[in-house]
């Protein structure tokens, strides 16, 4: 049993930082992807940033872009997402997920990604 645990969220005011984190148990964590999902109120869940098993590759949504950096420290079990320039735009419950194939590039299909954590509020105020 894979768990995902988030922490980190926040209010914060717009051109703001916050630095989410994810603590991951239950399997070997250094041969899987990890990626970073939100869904704001009303909306469905979107794709935020996503590295690869190795940290050596990641992807963004490009709405974040520029602003949001995705990263991983394999011997803690760990992912991070720090947030910078934050937007009203951003507020939404931030998730971590993991896939399940192995040593599989960054992917921001939902689809891929098989367990996920309980979620972390960020709201941004103007």
């Known amino acids: 049993q894979v768990s995902l645990v988030e922490s980190g969220g926040g209010l914060v005011q717009a051109g703001g930082s916050l630095r989410l984190s994810c603590a991951a148990s239950?399997?070997?964590?250094?041969?899987?992807?990890m990626g970073w999902f939100r869904q704001a109120p009303g909306k469905e869940r979107e794709f935020v940033a996503a590295?690869?098993?190795?940290?050596?590759?990641?992807v963004y949504a490009d709405s974040v872009k520029g602003r949001f950096t995705i990263s991983r420290d394999n011997a803690k079990k760990m992912v991070y997402l720090q947030m910078n320039s934050l937007k009203p735009d951003d507020t939404a419950d931030y998730s971590c997920?993991?896939?399940?194939?192995?040593?599989?590039?960054?992917?921001?299909?939902?689809?891929?990604?098989?367990?996920w954590g309980q979620g972390t509020q960020v709201t941004v105020s103007s």
């Open positions: 590295i690869s098993w190795s940290g050596g590759r990641t």
């Open positions: 239950g399997r070997t964590f250094s041969s899987y992807s």
């Open positions: 997920a993991t896939t399940n194939g192995l040593y599989t590039g960054p992917t921001g299909d939902l689809n891929d990604y098989y367990y």
